[in-house]
């Protein structure tokens, strides 16, 4: 796991060394144990290796440069120092992520006739290149961003994983095209200019929508897609468009398996990706919320982690906070045994860390969860831990997240299947104790696109509502299609796919990668293995959502492996902070009004300055929960005064 970047000059007529040498420092923190710069050109006696001293002393004309900052996990030792090449150097890589099945494809391309000299992933991965070409992909088991240097071919090509959990963006200016893991690398570059892009404001502001591929909050800063490769032939005049490599319709396995079946199955792939993901030779820890999830990446992890790593790491608070999951960690603890080290995330904490946060992540989000997640790396660091296993990724597979029900229910009325409607609609009422009006008017809801459902609740949900956004940024917003996804299998499964693939989930694995980055920790996410999410995306909404209960196959599969008590949990908090009591009272209170009362952001010409001070007030009485509204205006301001002003 790295922070790695890269320059190409697309005339071939070079470019400043020094550049790569300050985006190389800005991401220091990804790779804390090296860093190594490689330079360049169209035949391989000109290309070599160097470190920043040397780099800072080279004089030449290489056309493209790529740098790397190393965080060790696999093979510690100095075979690891990238850019690395191979083939005499006519083939060079940068490469951060993990492919986790390496030891396999080594062993095939053995097979094959290949020899090895590293006991790194690394290797392998621009070996299966050589041998397989851009086909390699489909081998990898994996989470990556990485950019080889083809001498062969005489071109860039650069990758990203299936689905985007290792980022890579890019930005082009003139004869200049630049990439990197993270955008603020890019914005150290002195030809990269600091624009927001206003229609991603206004998605945000408008539809709390924190991550599209589309663009970045950055004007010119893009994203290589989830899924998609780029090929930049050299002396090329433009960036070809990006190509897709992977789509999860191709992959999808055919047939109908009884509960059983799908459970037995559902068992073996996560215990499979489970394993994979505990290859290091570093210590390896687990994250614990207490929700289903990350219970049981915890309790399927736990025979296979060595005794110094029996570790895990919460976010918990006082009894007061009726989302405290306290209680659901303490019975996983007392289950496995394993050790918990917790962190107590206060209001005064977030004041203090809140500009760093804000840095760490590049891009505005969505609440001060992202708070909680921070504190979790930054203890797991302090307690000797490198690895983390995290649950991110199941609730976007299998609706664990309760708004699903009315679009599981709009399903059925879409096929006419009115008794089954009436029997799910019933055993759900009755597990949750939903009123029938509001059930109802759910349930049609559930009829409409993600994007009618946020504007929905916007109008009707007063702590949600979008009043305080300045009327220009809601026209924008108005004008902007919600992003296309390809459309597969039931109404829940193509719901859900839309949440997985563009639309929820890509915003959290964002703060996965640069919380556990900015701790210099590797997060691993074992739902995330491409064999288990296509199993799952293959099963009917009936296997996903059942009298009540989400998840069914999941807890079918983890009968007897986690506690009954987490197991039949019927209630669905997620990963939450009480910011609505943070933003209620004092110091946090005052230090939103200190910033949001200025003449700095009154100017901006965002926010209702006045209107949100009613969000504000209406949200300390008490009248409405206004924590996820107050927590967007005030990041996109403290996001203006960081990045762009």
Not at 450 to 469: C, F, Q, T
Request: aromatic share 12%; proline share 4%; glycine share 8%.
């Amino acid at each position: 796991m790295c922070g790695i970047a890269g320059i190409m000059n697309l005339h071939g007529k070079g470019f400043e060394y020094q550049e790569l040498a300050i985006m190389a420092d800005t991401l220091s923190h990804r790779g804390p144990d090296g860093e190594g710069f490689a330079l360049l050109s169209e035949k391989f006696q000109e290309c070599r290796f160097c470190s920043a001293y040397e780099l800072a002393n080279q004089k030449g004309g290489a056309y493209c440069g790529f740098a790397h900052r190393r965080l060790s996990i696999i093979d510690l030792s100095d075979d690891g120092i990238q850019p690395m090449s191979y083939d005499d150097g006519r083939l060079w890589i940068t490469f951060n992520g993990e492919i986790f099945n390496y030891i396999e494809l080594r062993k095939e391309l053995e097979t094959l006739g290949r020899h090895f000299h590293t006991a790194t992933d690394t290797e392998v991965l621009i070996q299966a290149y050589e041998e397989w070409g851009i086909d390699c992909l489909h081998k990898f088991n994996g989470m990556w961003a990485f950019a080889i240097w083809d001498l062969h071919k005489q071109r860039l090509f650069i990758s990203r994983d299936r689905f985007g959990i290792k980022p890579l963006y890019y930005v082009k200016y003139g004869d200049k095209f630049a990439f990197a893991s993270e955008p603020k690398a890019l914005l150290k570059l002195p030809w990269v200019k600091k624009i927001p892009h206003e229609k991603a404001i206004a998605d945000y502001l408008v539809h709390s929508r924190e991550d599209c591929f589309r663009w970045t909050f950055f004007e010119g800063i893009k994203q290589i897609e989830p899924g998609h490769f780029l090929l930049i032939p050299f002396g090329t005049t433009e960036i070809p468009d990006q190509k897709r490599w992977w789509n999860i319709e191709n992959t999808l396995p055919s047939g109908e398996l009884s509960d059983n079946e799908a459970a037995e199955i559902f068992h073996d792939l996560f215990e499979s990706s489970v394993r994979l993901r505990l290859r290091s030779d570093v210590p390896v820890g687990t994250c614990l919320s207490g929700g289903l999830d990350s219970s049981a990446v915890v309790c399927a992890a736990r025979p296979w982690l060595s005794p110094e790593n029996q570790k895990s790491y919460s976010a918990v608070y006082n009894s007061t906070f009726e989302l405290d999951e306290t209680t659901y960690i303490d019975e996983i603890v007392k289950d496995t045994g394993i050790k918990n080290f917790r962190v107590f995330p206060d209001s005064e904490g977030l004041i203090e860390d809140i500009e760093q946060l804000i840095y760490v992540q590049d891009e505005p989000f969505g609440s001060t969860s992202q708070y909680a997640q921070y504190k979790v790396f930054q203890l797991a660091r302090e307690t000797g831990t490198t690895v983390t296993l995290d649950g991110q990724g199941a609730d976007e597979e299998l609706a664990g997240y309760h708004y699903f029900f009315p679009v599981h229910f709009a399903g059925y009325l879409r096929r006419l299947r009115f008794i089954k409607f009436i029997s799910e609609f019933n055993a759900y009422r009755n597990k949750t104790g939903a009123e029938l009006s509001t059930s109802m008017f759910s349930t049609m809801a559930g009829l409409l696109s993600h994007r009618s459902m946020i504007r929905l609740a916007n109008r009707y949900d007063k702590g949600r509502g979008i009043s305080w956004v300045n009327q220009r940024i809601v026209q924008n917003a108005r004008s902007i299609e919600a992003p296309q996804v390809h459309e597969f299998g039931d109404w829940l499964n193509r719901r859900l796919y839309e949440i997985f693939s563009v639309s929820g989930l890509p915003a959290l694995l964002r703060y996965e990668d640069r919380n556990s980055m900015a701790c210099s920790i590797e997060a691993r996410l074992p739902f995330m293995d491409h064999r288990l999410v296509s199993f799952i995306f293959s099963l009917p909404a009936e296997q996903k959502i059942r009298k009540g209960m989400t998840k069914h196959v999941m807890r079918g599969a983890l009968k007897g492996i986690i506690p009954e008590r987490i197991r039949t949990r019927t209630d669905k908090i997620g990963f939450a902070t009480p910011e609505n009591n943070w933003f209620a009272q004092e110091p946090m209170l005052s230090y939103i009004k200190q910033i949001m009362n200025s003449r700095i952001t009154r100017n901006r010409g965002l926010i209702d300055c006045d209107k949100f001070s009613e969000l504000l007030n209406a949200n300390k009485e008490g009248r409405i929960n206004g924590g996820r509204a107050i927590w967007r205006a005030v990041n996109i301001e403290l996001w203006f005064r960081k990045f762009i002003d």
